[in-house]
């Protein structure tokens, strides 16, 4: 099955910072899916992409469906303490769905 | 209430127990799923169902059993719970929609999770 790898694992950052973070699976996708989690919370998807070299924005939130169709970006503009948590990248959807271990954000004010 | 919804929110079982999960959901969707979340592994699929009484295997299936009756409801069963099952589950669903991208599109919705303790 495919492997999702996200980086970087962590992350601290000082509110106001720009945040990126990747994902490259082992196989190519048709969709990549971004996901929030709280502490004590399921998953709550930000961002879905279909097409490769798609740019899809959601707030400050903007990601990016690789041109070779085995990654994804996600960036974070001007973090905000309420940013605080972990990111998954996940796909394809639905029975084979994998999702990278995650980058867990934290905003220092 | 709308949405999807998970019970109990937290078991704490003993090894070789029978413990079931629930999940509900209010969308009608056709799809539903179950993971497992284990620290260093992120989510792992358990299994999943297309629709009422269609259910397959996902990453993880052993020691987990799973029905579909109804639309809305997708219990997962531990048949004889062990310690390697502690663990927070997961449940989404999801309905299927074309794409930009040509394709279909399956979009999963979470519930807030079962924390699971197995001692």
């Known amino acids: 099955g495919q492997q999702l790898n996200q980086s970087p694992q962590s992350m601290f950052i000082q509110e106001g910072e720009d945040v990126s973070m990747n994902c490259t699976s082992s196989?190519?996708?048709?969709?990549w899916l971004w996901y929030k989690q709280d502490p004590g919370e399921g998953p709550v998807l930000l961002i879905a992409?279909?097409?490769?070299?798609e740019l899809t924005s959601n707030g400050r939130l903007t990601a990016q469906f690789g041109i070779t169709r085995k990654d994804s970006f996600l960036n974070i503009s001007a973090s905000i303490p309420s940013d605080v948590g972990i990111y998954f990248c996940?796909?394809?959807?639905?029975?084979?769905?994998?999702f990278g271990a995650g980058t867990r954000l934290t905003v220092k004010p | 209430d709308a949405g999807i919804t998970q019970s109990p929110r937290y078991k704490i079982t003993e090894t070789g127990r029978q413990v079931t999960l629930m999940c509900h959901q209010t969308w009608s969707h056709s799809y539903m799923f179950w993971y497992r979340q284990d620290l260093g592994h992120g989510l792992r699929l358990i299994y999943y169902s297309a629709a009422a009484d269609i259910t397959d295997k996902g990453e993880v299936p052993d020691g987990y059993v799973v029905s579909r009756s109804k639309t809305e409801n997708f219990p997962l069963t531990l048949e004889s719970a062990t310690r390697s099952q502690t663990s927070v589950y997961f449940c989404?669903?999801?309905?299927?929609?074309?794409?930009?991208?040509?394709?279909?599109?399956?979009?999963?919705?979470f519930g807030p999770g079962t924390r699971l303790t197995v001692t």
């Open positions: 196989s190519i996708f048709n969709t």
């Open positions: 992409l279909y097409k490769a070299g």
């Open positions: 989404a669903s999801s309905e299927p929609f074309g794409t930009s991208g040509g394709h279909f599109s399956y979009e999963q919705y």
């Open positions: 996940a796909g394809p959807p639905p029975w084979d769905m994998r």
